[in-house]
């Protein structure tokens, strides 16, 4: 039996990751990879293909069919309920090298500064009877939530599916070294196509 030693470090957990992944790139142009229950992406950068930084992080994605977002036309509340209800998650690992996780934080922090500085300038502007001007501060915060925090997603979701996942959002670099990896094994003889 071990004895605890009460001034020895911490032990922390490391994931590994299965350098043979089965994902697969089902549509090249359209950046698509299939990624089967059970398996997860190589340990490599998403971005560049570079070796991944440690420790590696998971995430958990979700997704619902988007003809659910009709709903938001009815009532929010609506929309969240039956979204809930209906979501599928899958879970992935998010590798990046040190280099594009270093940039990822760097872009993170400037839209956080930049959505609390908005933010404070709109309810000045209305509080000082700018009306104009705090609409246009609105309309800015809102185009920046959509847009700017779409580009901060490293990942995106095409489809879940009980098979596995559809994901897209990998750098050039990262799709070339996996199309050969799967090319090299042994392919399914159907691979999963995109939804239309």
């Not at 490391?14 to 090249?28: G, P």
């Not at 590696?56 to 979700?62: A, N, P």
């Not at 996996?178 to 003889?189: C, G, I, M, R, V």
Request: glycine share 4%; with cysteine; charged share 15%.
């Amino acid at each position: 039996m071990e004895s605890l030693n009460p001034f020895a470090p911490p032990k922390s957990e490391v994931l590994m990751i299965d350098t043979h992944s089965k994902a697969v790139v089902i549509d090249r142009q359209k950046g698509i990879v299939f990624v089967p229950n059970g398996s997860d992406l190589p340990s490599r950068c998403l971005k560049c293909n570079a070796p991944a930084r440690l420790p590696i992080k998971s995430q958990t994605f979700y997704w619902h069919s988007p003809g659910y977002f009709l709903l938001l036309l009815l009532f929010v509340v609506v929309y969240l309920i039956v979204a809930f209800i209906v979501q599928k998650k899958f879970k992935l690992s998010i590798c990046l090298c040190e280099k594009h996780h270093k940039q990822h934080q760097w872009m993170s922090l400037l839209w956080t500064l930049a959505r609390y500085g908005l933010f404070a300038l709109m309810l000045f502007s209305f509080s000082q009877n700018l009306i104009v001007l705090g609409v246009i501060l609105a309309v800015a915060l809102l185009i920046g939530v959509f847009v700017i925090r779409r580009k901060l997603t490293l990942l995106q979701m095409v489809h879940i599916k009980a098979e596995g996942a559809q994901v897209k959002g990998f750098g050039e670099a990262f799709l070339e070294a996996l199309n050969a990896q799967s090319s090299s094994t042994s392919t399914p003889s159907h691979p999963p196509t995109t939804p239309s």
